[in-house]
């Protein structure tokens, strides 16, 4: 029987980000990226329903019979909390699990670049982490909303769904809200938050028109808004929250993203061969002045180049980044590939791994 013990201790026994219950295979656990399968029988459904249903409240249950999926967290004191999303396939339960530890890491655990450090000291304006699904985009926010907790005196307001990293008051005074516990959406906690006396604001996902239109607006009015998107490339991100907007009004918010963006993160995640951990590549963009007037101007498809110039500023693109994974001897040229933008430059950059 899969109890809520067992499967923390599943977890972190073996270090592991990830725990998919599908029936008819054996659980499966991701460690350092890569997917491994637990000794143990294949699932049946009923063996995913008695693990899983008793932890639902009845709004819960009532929503999975709704919709088909449904998401919540459940803790275990000085371990961590576990981020779930039961939902339904071909008509029976599955379960797919993120293990987010109590301690919240820090950005040289994590092997961030230097950069983002300096996001996290800014007054104002918008700063997004973006990437796929389990590129580390929520573990990132978090190490900088942990900074900011130990260095700086801010009132941080967090919108999260469901709550991830737990945090301590340090320097900061931190408040965490869950979405549809204690609001019904993201739109609507930012439309009031402005009024609970915020100096940083985390959105967990900008997901439509109205959260991300009510995310620019608080970073105009003189917040740190911290967000994050599903999206590959710093230029992709631009071009998302613009296009999202009606034709009509897509001039006017080129105007005010270029007015109140300070940097994008892209990040994906690879096996660090070297270690056995995860390595991260990230795309940095730092909004200059130049790069505010391509996006004021609609010539988002000069970004790129201009990712690649902005050395001196910190900038540096997916594939720079990724390459410099390959030089250090942390992941392959095949893993390389299978993440990069542009296969063909990659492949002619000199990579020899340095030791």
């Given amino acids: 029987m899969w109890t809520v013990d067992l499967l923390f201790d599943v977890l972190t026994d073996r270090r592991a980000s990830d725990l998919c219950f599908a029936p008819g295979a054996p659980p499966v656990v991701w460690v350092a990226g ?12 009923a063996d995913i329903e008695a693990a899983f249903y008793p932890l639902l409240t009845a709004s819960q249950r009532e929503r999975l019979d709704a ?5 919540f967290s459940v803790g275990r004191p000085g371990v961590g909390r576990m981020r779930l999303n039961l939902h339904r396939q071909q008509g029976t339960l599955a379960a797919a699990i993120r293990f987010i530890p109590a301690a919240v890491p820090d950005f040289d655990g994590l092997k961030l670049p230097s950069r983002l450090r300096s996001f996290a000291d ?22 900088m909303i942990q900074y900011m907790n130990c260095t700086h005196a801010y009132h941080i307001i967090t919108l999260e769904d469901p709550i991830e990293f737990v945090f301590a008051h340090r320097r900061s005074v931190i408040e965490q809200r869950e979405i549809g516990v204690d609001c019904p959406s993201f739109a609507s906690a930012l439309r009031h938050v402005v009024r609970q006396r915020p100096d940083v ?3 967990g996902e900008m997901r439509d028109l109205e959260t991300i239109s009510a995310a620019l607006t608080a970073a105009e009015t003189g917040h740190l808004v911290l967000a ?21 009004q897509q001039s006017q918010v080129r105007v005010q993203l270029a007015d109140t963006l300070q940097g994008v993160a892209c990040q994906t995640l690879f096996h660090d061969e070297s270690d056995g951990t995860l390595a991260p590549a990230v795309e940095i963009l730092v909004a200059t002045p130049a790069i505010r007037r391509a996006i004021r101007d609609n010539e988002t498809h000069l970004l790129h180049g201009m990712i690649e110039m902005g050395r001196a500023q910190g900038m540096q693109t997916l594939d720079a980044a990724i390459a410099n994974l390959v030089r250090r001897g942390a992941i392959t040229m095949d893993a390389a590939l299978a993440k990069c933008h542009n296969r063909e430059k990659l492949q002619q950059q000199p990579l020899a791994t340095s030791h």
């Fill in 228 to 248: 994050s998107l599903h999206t590959a490339s710093a230029v992709e991100t631009v071009n998302r929250i613009v296009d999202v907007f009606p034709g009509s």
């Fill in 67 to 71: 919709c088909g999926d449904v998401d």
């Fill in 34 to 45: 890569r997917m491994m399968p637990l000794d143990a029988p294949p699932l049946v459904p």
């Fill in 201 to 203: 604001i985390l959105v």
């Fill in 122 to 143: 800014l007054p104002r304006g918008l700063v997004l982490v973006t990437g796929g699904a389990g590129a580390g985009k929520s573990t990132t926010l978090a190490a």
